[in-house]
């Protein structure tokens, strides 16, 4: 125990920690309009809404002089190394560390160590527990900073600071990461509190520091506990592993349960807006986590933010999930997001986008303003909104024009339009499973005049592989004019395709091109990465993809 708690002491820089007992509150990180490019046109709507985390408060410091001596003690803890004494199974009974351990107050803790000779052992085992009481804002610096025993149990951990610069701190608890990749550091998580947990990862994710074993220890450790998060808490851990790209299935399902329970009672719009944001970013879906948001904005909605509702949008459209009381929510929320209230014409082009994904209403007036030449224009090449996910966006919608409204009489991308000239293009894995279903579908469609691969659908993205089939429902070549002919288009559905939290279920992009594609007249058949593998044998994905195919000879039978 005392080894464990050497070990997480030392994730802290002296400064840091003398700083956490003069402040204890951790700023989590909030949301506002604001653009921002990645590399997914969807993870770039997400990014438009992130703001970044309150700079901490260094109105107060402490006194040079007893601080130092505080200073020394904790620089020591840093270069401490554990025991290497080998285990053993009997336990000699410590007096002075049966008293330390039962203390209820610094009082007791400090008449435990008011001895002659202070042994570092228990010096380092005091000071821990002052630590997690000021943690917890159980006591303050001030209350303890002038005993005397407290000045000689420093001195006892304490020596001189080679440098006085210090790194700046990430807030009022700040964990250093030197020790994150140390596969030693992930075995003492079990050791500390749940709190403490969900702190780390959060300065984890604060400095983009992805240590894979120290994440897997905390996933594993947050997830298998039975105490409860907080909605700040469960906020802070969906927006952690949102920055560092580690959406742990049972981390998440464990915060989501707790959400889930805590949201009606909550009283913060913020909170929700911070965690719609990290669902949207992660692709999570959790069909009754989302259900509560909903009731609850639609419940509360004069208190939320416009920055609430529109990550709460934007994540519904990304995970192609409708809540129950949509009928009733959406008329309230659309009117109340404006162009004039967001920070960008990119945000308002993803608003709009995803109305169209979502299906909401009479959406006429909301594509009219995206695809009119005025807006169009603000995304030509060399423009500061020039970004290829903007302009599949707009493809996208003037697609939805075209085949999903009714009684659509506005304008249309002009086919001159620079809009028109992004090159469309795959990631490698996305590439190699394509490959891997062109060479499998050759064995029931001839390659050279029946099928055609890589297919710009001119709606926004590529229709993985075509092809015909007649009345009979057998493949015919691509230049053969005859009646009763049925078009069919594969897309496969890769890691980036799918939500997470629930299975083989399209994202917002792959639901939306399904529906534009049945809209043109397609036959559409989806190939999950998590059905069809790349390493099975030929024979079990030809029988797959066949077996696709006959559901579609039932499918054109039936109409």
Avoid at 261 to 284: H, Q, T, W
Avoid at 349 to 364: E, K, M, P, R, T
Avoid at 450 to 464: A, E, M, P, Q
Avoid at 523 to 530: D, S
Wanted: aromatic share 6%; glycine share 4%; net charge positive.
């Amino acid at each position: 125990m005392i080894s464990s708690k050497l070990n997480m002491l030392r994730c802290f820089k002296p400064n840091q920690l003398i700083r956490l007992f003069n402040q204890n509150q951790f700023h989590s990180s909030r949301l506002c309009l604001e653009h921002t490019k990645t590399q997914s046109h969807e993870d770039k709507s997400h990014e438009k809404v992130l703001e970044k985390a309150p700079e901490p408060s260094s109105s107060s410091s402490p006194a040079p002089a007893k601080s130092d001596i505080v200073a020394q003690a904790f620089a020591s803890i840093s270069d401490l190394k554990p025991s290497k004494a080998p285990f053993t199974k009997k336990k000699r009974i410590d007096p002075i560390e049966t008293i330390i351990v039962n203390a209820k107050d610094v009082e007791t803790l400090l008449s435990a160590v008011d001895t002659q000779v202070v042994s570092r052992k228990h010096a380092l085992k005091v000071l821990s527990i002052l630590t997690d009481w000021s943690t917890n804002d159980k006591i303050k610096l001030s209350d303890f900073e002038s005993d005397t025993r407290f000045i000689k149990m420093c001195r006892v951990l304490g020596r001189p600071i080679k440098s006085k610069e210090e790194p700046e701190s990430l807030g009022d608890l700040s964990v250093v990461l030197g020790i994150t990749g140390d596969d030693e550091a992930a075995k003492l998580i079990s050791s500390i509190q749940l709190p403490q947990m969900v702190k780390i990862l959060s300065a984890l994710g604060a400095k983009r520091k992805r240590s894979t074993p120290l994440l897997r220890s905390l996933a594993f450790n947050i997830g298998k506990s039975s105490e409860r998060l907080n909605l700040k808490q469960g906020a802070d851990v969906f927006y952690a592993t949102a920055l560092l790209n580690f959406p742990d299935e049972v981390l998440l399902e464990k915060v989501a349960a707790d959400m889930v329970e805590g949201i009606p009672s909550n009283d913060k719009p913020a909170v929700l807006g911070s965690l719609c944001y990290s669902m949207g970013v992660l692709r999570y879906k959790n069909s009754e986590l989302l259900e509560t948001i909903t009731h609850w904005v639609d419940k509360n909605l004069d208190h939320c933010r416009t920055q609430d509702l529109v990550s709460l949008m934007l994540t519904l459209a990304r995970v192609n999930y409708t809540p129950s009381n949509a009928q009733e929510l959406f008329p309230r929320v659309v009117p109340n997001l404006t162009p004039a209230e967001l920070t960008s014409s990119s945000l308002w082009l993803d608003l709009v986008w995803s109305y169209v994904v979502l299906g909401i209403g009479d959406l006429n007036q909301y594509v009219q303003s995206v695809l009119s030449s005025q807006f169009v224009e603000q995304f030509s090449e060399g423009s500061e909104t020039d970004s290829v996910g903007d302009k599949l966006k707009l493809i996208n919608i003037n697609a939805a024009a075209k085949h999903l409204l009714t009684n659509y009489e506005g304008p249309f991308l002009d086919p001159k339009s620079p809009v028109w000239d992004i090159p469309l293009s795959r990631s490698r894995d996305k590439q190699a499973m394509v490959s891997v279903l062109t060479d499998s579908l050759v064995n029931l469609v001839p390659a050279q005049t029946h099928l055609k691969t890589n297919v710009d659908s001119r709606l926004g993205f590529f229709i993985d592989a075509e092809f015909l089939l007649d009345s009979r429902k057998n493949p015919i070549a691509l230049n053969k004019e005859t009646k009763d002919v049925h078009k069919v288009a594969i897309l496969t559905l890769d890691y980036h395709d799918l939500c997470r939290g629930t299975h083989n279920y399209p994202n917002g992009i792959a639901a939306l091109s399904v529906r534009l594609l049945e809209a043109t007249g397609y036959h559409v058949i989806t190939v999950p990465h998590t059905e069809f593998h790349r390493n099975d044998k030929l024979v079990s994905r030809v029988k797959y993809l066949e077996a696709k195919m006959t559901v579609i000879r039932v499918k054109s039978k039936s109409l």
